[in-house]
């Protein structure tokens, strides 16, 4: 069983529409949570890091919000240079490693 | 910055090679990991660090070994390359467990 999901797996938005990500994890004893983006043929770039629920982040047209169960990634009015993967990861209280969720590919028209 | 170095972007080997993916960073991190990511599948752990000469494995070992000698360098070792083993390999550090993880753009390697 998965213990990051992501949804959708593709996005597809007209420039301007707004939508959300989601992250969803059934893990207990959360440290952290980690959004990344990644290019074609590029490594992950860190966008945000949430570690309570209730917390949130924003950078630009990016705003990422935690919940006890799952968080979302919010873009207000994408632009075609946003199109990207984007990837959560979770970090146990217990464990050390990452567990990274499978990503949703957004793809903004103009 | 913080800035992950992998030393080839694009990589072909022959199966059965010995073959070698190294990586170094700049920011002095304790702590490195070596990702395979496929389709489909996502990021998937292979071997961590969290000293010199320390490492722990991670959800897939097998088939990998690693080597870190000195603080800033994490080699990967395929010691007998596969074709199951063609993939894109992402390295990664971070100074602490609970901040993020930086990484590097890659090493997308094909085994023939």
């Known amino acids: 069983e998965d213990q990051v999901t992501q949804s959708p797996e593709a996005l597809r938005l007209q420039e301007g529409e707004s939508s959300s990500l989601n992250c969803s994890y059934t893990v207990s004893g959360l440290r952290g949570l980690f959004w990344y983006r990644q290019d074609p043929g590029k490594g992950p770039e860190f966008l945000f890091t949430l570690y309570s629920a209730g917390e949130e982040k924003e950078k630009e047209r990016l705003k990422a919000t935690l919940t006890k169960k799952e968080s979302f990634l919010h873009i207000t009015a994408p632009k075609p240079e946003d199109s990207a993967t984007y990837l959560c990861a979770v970090q146990y209280q217990a464990g050390t490693a990452l567990i990274f969720g499978k990503g949703t590919t957004l793809s903004v028209s103009s | 910055d913080v800035k992950v170095t992998q030393s080839s972007r694009y990589l072909v080997k022959r199966t059965g090679e010995k073959v070698f993916l190294e990586c170094v960073q700049d920011m002095d991190h304790e702590n490195m990991f070596w990702y395979r990511q496929d389709p489909g599948l996502g990021l998937r752990l292979i071997y961590f660090s969290y000293d010199v000469k320390m490492k722990e494995k991670g959800d897939i070992p097998e088939g990998y070994s690693v080597s870190r000698e000195k603080k800033e360098r994490f080699s990967l070792i395929l010691e007998s390359a596969s074709t199951n083993q063609t993939s894109m390999y992402l390295c990664?550090?971070?100074?602490?467990?609970?901040?993020?993880?930086?990484f590097g753009d890659g090493t997308r390697l094909s085994i023939l």
């Open positions: 990664a550090s971070t100074a602490t467990f609970n901040q993020p993880q930086h």
